[in-house]
């Protein structure tokens, strides 16, 4: 299967070539991409598949259930390079309908380190305790979830001092708040972003 991959990526880099010769020689260049992409690993939910953007448009980080830990240097590494370096205009935190990561995080069970990395969708959970439980369909009651972890996501990231900064600067910086459908292949907004001068969103989905 490995060998496979890379006579894929060898037909795929011969057809771009073939189809635009000055391919290669552009995406060498410095990247500027406008967008910073926070999304979640599962493999269904490629960044630049499902917006359509090019190698080189977008800039991506990607973890289980599209979470911001505070303490996740990973993530503030890359918000820190996306913001000051690349002075991306837009972070758009986008999870997905069905997200396994959810699901875990609620299924009661045990699965071992990852329910650390989950408890924030727990939190979030618990603190919208009374909506979701007149949620009678369970998958429906999830999905539910999903949007409102997502909408807690951006709050949380327009909180950081990464942000903060920025804002104060007077960059013109929005976060977004949007969700996948892996059975319809479409995105959505859920209006619970946030941008312009330290404006704070509500956190709301």
Same mark, same amino acid.
């Given at each position: ?15 771009? !070539? ?13 990247? !500027? ?22 190698? +080189? ?12 830990? !505070? ?23 986008? +999870? ?6 959810? !699901?875990?995080?609620?299924? +009661? ?86 941008? +312009? ?9």
């Amino acid at each position: 299967m490995l060998t496979d991959l890379l006579d894929h990526n060898i037909r795929w880099a011969t057809n771009k !070539r073939r189809d635009d010769p000055d391919y290669f020689s552009r995406l060498s260049a410095l990247q !500027r991409p406008d967008y910073l992409w926070i999304g979640c690993s599962d493999s269904r939910v490629p960044a630049n598949v499902i917006t359509g953007l090019e190698p +080189g448009e977008v800039f991506v980080h990607r973890n289980v259930a599209n979470l911001v830990h !505070r303490g996740d240097l990973n993530l503030l590494s890359v918000l820190e390079f996306a913001v000051d370096t690349l002075e991306i205009k837009h972070i758009i935190v986008c +999870g997905h309908y069905g997200c396994g990561g959810v !699901r875990a995080a609620m299924d +009661g069970h045990r699965h071992g380190i990852i329910d650390h990395w989950l408890q924030p969708i727990r939190d979030t959970a618990d603190s919208r305790a009374e909506e979701l439980e007149k949620i009678g369909d369970p998958d429906t009651r999830l999905n539910r979830l999903c949007e409102m972890s997502i909408a807690a996501q951006v709050e949380g990231l327009s909180r950081t001092p990464i942000i903060q900064s920025a804002w104060k600067r007077g960059r013109e910086l929005a976060i977004h708040g949007w969700v996948y459908g892996l059975n319809d292949g479409l995105l959505r907004d859920l209006e619970c972003g946030c941008g +312009g001068h330290g404006h704070q969103g509500s956190g709301h989905a």
